[in-house]
């Protein structure tokens, strides 16, 4: 039985924990106090798409410090915070490291481009693996996780082509529990695939206080979806990554025709930070674009204000 230590009990972390939990995997919980409370109290569960998985109370195990495992005891951690998060949870893991097993793996399952780097200047790279994820989830309680649209399987994999053989676990647990999930040698282009689909989609969703389906009923935000896609891989194509489709054209044929409709119902991850008044991820997202673009001289302004515009929403939180 592999155990698994979930940081970050929000949507995605709870229902992947129920859906590993069903698959007899030991799962534990780093969680804020009220979130913890509720997991002991009444376990967690999964609603949605993929089926009802419940896990009741003491069968799952939820902590508020690291300090509380035994050592050598976690085989995966798995990384369902926000990106904002990042560097001290890294810190975090690399004080606690006792707590991990000799083969421990951190696998990332967030938002964004870059968020290996905080985990790379305490970990090597055979220990660091990460996940594409296009599948809506939505925390209807502190222990309740609701899936609410899916487009494409969950994909695992490295960035710095080491063996792959060891996700499997996790892929297989998480198909089995009814989500789509594969391993991939193509990590890299996945991630970037999920970069063109987020920063198009995600903080515009949130400006615009829509799901996604809204975003493409309309000319004017089409437009806008546009600009930002052929601004992705201008920056892609100058930067040295690539995705899986060669032209704009090619890609907006994928998103139009599919990835959109699939998750039209999806209210953005970005749009729920700003109403609840939290820091959103615009800084991995479209930020990560604006940044890549000023280190080739390149012009991205669509992208530039959309940053502009998410922050100006964060500076108005009272």
């Not at 976690?74 to 810190?91: G, M, P, Q, S, W």
């Not at 696998?107 to 290996?116: E, S, T, Y």
């Not at 609840?276 to 615009?282: D, G, N």
Request: hydrophobic share 40%; charged share 20%; proline share 3%.
């Amino acid at each position: 039985m592999h155990h698994i230590l979930i940081i970050g009990a929000g949507s995605i972390g709870i229902s992947l924990g129920a859906s590993l939990h069903a698959q007899n995997m030991k799962i534990t919980f780093l969680a804020r106090e009220n979130t913890k409370k509720a997991i002991d109290t009444d376990g967690i569960k999964r609603t949605g798409l993929f089926g009802e998985i419940t896990a009741a109370a003491g069968k799952i195990n939820a902590v508020a410090s690291l300090s509380e495992l035994t050592a050598q005891s976690i085989d995966y951690v798995l990384v369902c915070t926000k990106t904002t998060a990042n560097e001290d949870i890294a810190a975090m893991l690399s004080e606690s490291r006792k707590c991990l097993s000799e083969t421990a793996k951190i696998v990332i399952l967030q938002n964004g481009w870059g968020n290996d780097r905080p985990f790379l200047r305490y970990f090597s790279e055979d220990q660091i693996y990460q996940a594409r994820v296009i599948t809506g989830f939505a925390r209807t309680a502190p222990n309740i996780s609701n899936i609410t649209v899916h487009t494409a399987p969950i994909l695992f994999g490295s960035l710095y082509e080491k063996d792959t053989a060891c996700m499997e676990p996790l892929a297989v647990a998480i198909a089995a529990s009814g989500i789509p999930s594969e391993i991939t040698t193509q990590l890299s282009e996945a991630l970037w695939a999920k970069m063109l689909y987020n920063t198009t989609l995600n903080p515009l969703g949130a400006i615009l206080h829509v799901p996604y389906g809204k975003l493409s009923d309309t000319q004017t935000a089409r437009q806008i979806m546009n600009r930002l896609i052929d601004e992705t891989f201008l920056v892609m194509q100058h930067s040295g990554y690539r995705s899986f489709w060669n032209t704009p054209d090619e890609y907006r044929e994928e998103f139009y025709g599919k990835l959109v409709p699939d998750t039209r119902a999806h209210r953005s991850s970005t749009l729920q930070d700003i109403e609840k008044k939290q820091k959103t991820e615009i800084d991995t997202l479209n930020g990560c674009i604006v940044r890549l673009a000023a280190q080739y001289g390149l012009n991205v302004p669509t992208h530039q204000m959309i940053c502009e515009l998410i922050t100006a929403l964060e500076d108005n939180y009272t």
